[in-house]
């Protein structure tokens, strides 16, 4: 093959790892600031689609604003969830927030077929046809966007957990959060942070790709399991560790669609997964400390 | 007559008329004799072809209710009214089976489903042992073919097409008319996918054109993003593509391949001329080729055809006066469940369902919402589809169902039964 | 509630404690771990708390902390009742706990981990870090290096400098020796007496007993949730049955 095939099977390798690296980056945060699998986080990106859809095409609000509404609406609806249905479940242990995931995600996957129905919607980009072609290379105007966008998001929530208070309580709170209570990091407080970060995230991530791709209310349930696999490998409460785990499992699903068969990228996706677990039972970048 | 025998008919007149309100069943005493038949829907009514599910439940349901509502129908000396229940079976075969045992549990006395042909051919054997005939939509050919014979299901049917009717004309317009000759081809790794692709294949082949490469078939449900696929599609060197997939992953499909500016020709599924495909697509499917299935009158034509299509007009203007939306080929599967059923309970005066079946299976035509037609012994519908593109946007009919069977012809009746 | 003194009446000259623990019981779901334990702790002192492993020494001190909620009794400070209040707010109070095993911040640097020690108090840090780098010169060295990969005495001391970061009137100590190379427990014992010149006041939990009652100005022994003996370190340290459960012989 071609360097112009090569170079667009990466673009298009990228760009569905920004999908996975945003779920999976709120993820692996509730994950390792609560050991919540928040399956529920699947329903947020579907609304983010929905809110960012009804926006432009019923409100008439602009796109570039429907994208913060989203994230907006879908952070406070995570952060309802953690105060409402994960925190007074979870002193019952890990199992019970696991059902209570897996059911807000069936009931908002329910409620949202009644209210928006089972038809397939598409949001209309902004950017129209536009593109950006290199010899044969193609990369639509929505699509750097929308990596832009990503690239932006993941390097602002890296760098708030890295320099900012709040950020650095959080990074605290995941590594020893007995020594966080002592030094007056409120827990309960900092969590709900974490949800609202994390469901503004998936909220992003459903805006975002939803202009390429027809989504419908289950559309949330594909992209989170991929998502929580990406976690796993990448390590639980790892930061970093989501963000290359999608990039790898995203790069290794296209070129094995690429150079292999689609019918293998799934396969060849976990199958990565499982023989870096073998070799890694922590994650890619998950770390154990005595 | 005398006043106590001219009370016990007022009475029995009364009794009726309540009972057929409350559409309940009537004990053998009262005269005309009313009798519920009860059609359970195997159905996707969740997950990835929940669509398609519902909207086949809410055309049987349509259909149900304008019967029930004009007082039932005649079978013999009785009036017959339908009721109907539904499963989900999720478009999975696990699912499916048990969706076909709590059916049969239910004593349902005919089944309409299921849209997924995994889920079908799960569900065949099931309703075979229980003796209970199956009116099925999904296009896999086996459902009428090795795996109907495995499971001793004679007493099922396919309501529409298979997939050898849909991609036959298809692959011979391709050929015949645009000269597409070496095609690239992909399709949902499924019963279904891989049946569609199959049969387009071997009559491609048959006219002298050929695959390029092995078919792409991706997870289902689940994939979103075609590039990769559509990548290679275009580095092939195919004069076209044919994609096969469910609506959401054929406006994803149609949406890259603009994206990507793949400069050959495309050719999918009937699920094209679904409007929710044409809401999202719009004029960017301009060009694209795909089965005509359901044909209500409505959209233009290049062609003159002598015959409207009855019961597709009849449906589609139901669906506009009680409901206010357009019927779509989904909706005409629970419809056409409904009245297949009712014309062959009508002829056969009974509502027995093996003498049902079998006069369904006599080789009758029946007014249904993809034309009038009969079954052949394998339970095929002997039906033929169009080809339709679209034009600015707008669903346009290129060829007539006639257009396989003419020469050359690429389809016959013994090709359905093999 | 916020009267200084009202416990119990003050005698003339007998100076006011700092910290009231009276009748205080805490349970760990069925696990009695605290059956009414009192004991005062007054300022300025270094207060060794001894016992066998399982005598709730541990607890008492995250009963003060507010980590635990006792089922009955009541703790002071300053005359303050902590039972109802969260560790954030008992931290503001100027009580600074440096837990059991240390419980560092392993993937954060040794800085991250002292900032965070004041992540309830606003304004500059620079001072504290200067008289925590002072008392523990290497962990200057090693301010850019994670806490996880410091060795145990360096770790020891970083969690005993993040306790200080709080600024503590009362710093509740849990086994800081233990684990370390008698080097090292000099270097904290060091530390101690330096704290305690500086006035603030220490209670110890102490598996080393003679370190402790070295260190210490008085000591409670417990068993089973309660003390047993009281008194001055140097009696403590004379006593027959001290001798004999913890000083072998
Ligand atoms: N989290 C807990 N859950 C249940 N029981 C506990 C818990 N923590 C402590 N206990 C029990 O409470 C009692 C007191 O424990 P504590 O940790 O206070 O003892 P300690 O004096 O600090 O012992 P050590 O010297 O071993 O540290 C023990 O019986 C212990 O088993
Ligand atoms: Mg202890």
Redesign the interface.
Known sequence: MDLTTILQFTVNGLFISAAYALVALGLTLIFGVLHIADFAQGALYMLGAYVSFYATQALGVSYFVSVPMAMGLTGALATLNGALVYRPLQRHGGALTFVAALGILLILQNVALWLFGGDFRLIASPFGEGRITVGEVVLTHHQAFVLVVTALLLGGVWMGLRYTKPGKALRALAQQPEAARLVGIDSARLGLAAFALAGALAGAAGALMSAMRAFDPHIGAVVILKSFAIVIFGGMGSVPGAIVGALVVGMAETLTAAYLAAEFADLVGFALMIVILFARPQGLLGRVWA | MGTRRFALVWCSVVLTAVLLFAGGRLPATGAPAVETVTVGFALPLSGAAAREGQESLEGAQLAVRLLNEAGGFRVGGRVVRFEIVSEDDRCAPAPATEAANRLVARQVQFVGGSFCSSAALAQQPIFAQARIPQVIYAYATDLTGAARQRAGAVLSVRLGPQAAIEMAPLAKYAVTVNNHRRFFAMAQNTDFGRSMVGEFRSVLERLGGRFVAEPEFYTFPGTTDFRTILTKARGSGADALVAIGLVGEMIGVSLQFRELGLAMGLYGSDLLEDPAYQDAVGARADGFLYPWVYDDGVDPRRFTRSEPERMAREMSLAFLNTLRKRATRNHGWGWGTIHLLKQAMEREGSTDPERVMRRVLSGARFELPFGTYGFLPCGQADMRVGIGTYAEGRRTLLVDRDFAGRPPAVLSATDLCR | MMEHGALRPVQDGEPVPLLTLQGVTVYYGRVRALQGLTLEVLPGEVVALLGGNGAGKSTTLRAV???VRPASGHIRFRGQELTRL???AI??LGV??C?EGR??????TVL?NL???A??RAGRLDEDLRQIFDLFPVLRERRHQLA?SLSGGEQQMLAIG?ALM?RPTLLLLDEPTMGLAPAMVVEVARAIRVLRARGTTVLLVEQNVQVALRLADRGYVLENGRVVVEGRAEALARDDRVRRAYLGG
Do not use: N, Q, T
């Open positions: 902390s507010g980590l969260d560790p954030a931290v503001r600074a706990h837990p419980k560092l911040f392993p993937e954060m991250e900032e965070l020690g992540y309830v996880g993040r709080v």
